[in-house]
């Protein structure tokens, strides 16, 4: 099934960057993702690129972060925490950059996002809380949601 619209567009999408190859992870390195790569191709949409963390300012490469308590929700609602390594809260950043990457959606007329599973911005399924993998969301996913968002992550695929 084709996604274009009636004058010829393709549906644009959110896409993390990392998936389509550019090198915006906490570690400098890509996730590029060959089934992300056939979807969108399939599917015929226009992928648009976004990284929260850069968006809101942070460097690539970057201290590792991950969820001290809650998850995507619990920041927006002030309960949860996202830290760096060093353990300096990430709350701020991270929700600049989830609303970034909402502003992005809209301006670019996009209902849809196709996030990194297990990123504390972007995860879907699963983050980290620790070093343990935990069901929840990342900052990004939880408000794309709230705002009516569908999101799935390369392994729904």
């Given amino acids: 099934m084709s996604r274009e619209s009636a004058n010829g567009h393709k549906e644009p999408i959110l896409v993390s960057a990392c998936l389509l190859g550019l090198a915006t992870r906490y570690d400098g390195k890509t996730k590029r993702s060959k089934a992300v790569m056939e979807y969108l191709q399939r599917e015929n949409l226009l992928p648009i690129p976004i990284c929260p963390e850069q968006l809101a300012g942070m460097s690539t490469p970057r201290e ?7 998850s995507g929700l619990d920041v927006f609602a002030g309960e949860g925490h996202v ?4 353990g300096e809260s990430m709350n701020d950043i991270f929700c600049r950059g989830a609303s970034m990457v909402l502003q992005i959606g809209h301006l670019s007329n996009c209902r849809r996002a196709l996030l ?8 879907v399924h699963l983050i980290y809380r620790g070093e343990a993998r935990v069901p929840g969301s990342g900052v990004t996913t939880a408000l794309l949601r709230e705002e009516g968002f569908e999101v799935f992550s390369e392994e729904d695929l």
């Fill in 64 to 70: 590792k972060t991950f969820f001290k308590s809650g």
């Fill in 83 to 86: 830290v760096s390594e060093s």
């Fill in 116 to 123: 990194k599973e297990r990123s504390p911005s972007c995860g």
